[in-house]
């Protein structure tokens, strides 16, 4: 095994956090990889009780592989390991209850979306060209992504159009609440107020 002394002071950190900055191809997912397998083949932690968390599908992918070789399928299968929207996505299938919401909720994705907006703008009235869909969705996604809800947003922003837009936020919500449905944003904001508000969550 060729590892430098730098990754093994990595791999072998336990407490506390740890922040490992190194060049492209240098050797980080290595010590990623050797530091979970060694938390779990030697301080005898449970697969479940290791996160691990990926940017990409390709790179969640990649861990996966990796750790698999080095400590079994079975185990690997147990680590809270993926993006971070597959990460949320497993954990509100148990946790949206908690929110009074079904656990059997659809993803929607940029195009579910776009056509909601568009009802929703048809609906209310208001001019397509003035009102576009993708620069609405934008700006809710941007809402969500800072922990605001259409409420929050109605109360930041008072002009004619902003309020117009705030409405549109709100009935989209409603549409995607009725229709049994989370966007990408929801995910991440709704597991963020499950564990604010359910501490023991994260245990
Ligand atoms: N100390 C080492 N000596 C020799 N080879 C190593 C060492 N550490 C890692 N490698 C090898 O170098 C290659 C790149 O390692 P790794 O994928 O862990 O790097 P990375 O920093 O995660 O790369 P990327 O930036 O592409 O994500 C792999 O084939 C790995 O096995
Ligand atoms: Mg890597």
Redesign the pocket.
């Known amino acids: 095994m060729?590892?430098?002394e730098q990754?093994v002071e990595a791999i072998f950190h336990i407490n506390g956090p740890l922040l490992i900055l190194?060049?492209?191809?240098?050797?980080?997912?290595?010590?990623l990889?050797e530091r979970i397998a060694n938390l779990i083949s030697r301080e005898n932690v449970a697969p479940y009780n290791i996160l691990a968390v990926t940017f990409t599908n390709k790179?969640a992918k990649?861990m996966k592989e990796r750790i698999s070789k080095r400590i079994g399928e079975e185990d690997t299968k147990n680590i809270w390991m993926g993006t971070f929207h597959s990460i949320c996505s497993r954990m509100l299938r148990t946790d949206m209850v908690l929110l009074g919401r079904k656990s059997n909720f659809v993803i929607y994705d940029n195009a579910d979306q776009t056509k909601i907006i568009n009802d929703c703008i048809k609906q209310a009235n208001l001019d397509k060209e003035t009102y576009q869909a993708n620069k609405i969705i934008n700006i809710i996604s941007k809402s969500k992504s800072s922990g605001y809800t259409a409420e929050d947003y109605l109360k930041k922003h008072l002009s004619y159009s902003d309020q117009k837009i705030g409405e549109l936020f709100m009935m989209y919500d409603e549409t995607l609440k009725k229709n049994n449905a989370l966007d990408f944003d929801d995910m991440l904001f709704y597991v963020v107020k499950i564990l604010k508000e359910n501490p023991d969550r994260l245990s």
């Open positions: 060729n590892l430098n990754q190194a060049g492209a191809g240098s050797g980080k997912t290595r010590v990889t790179a990649e």
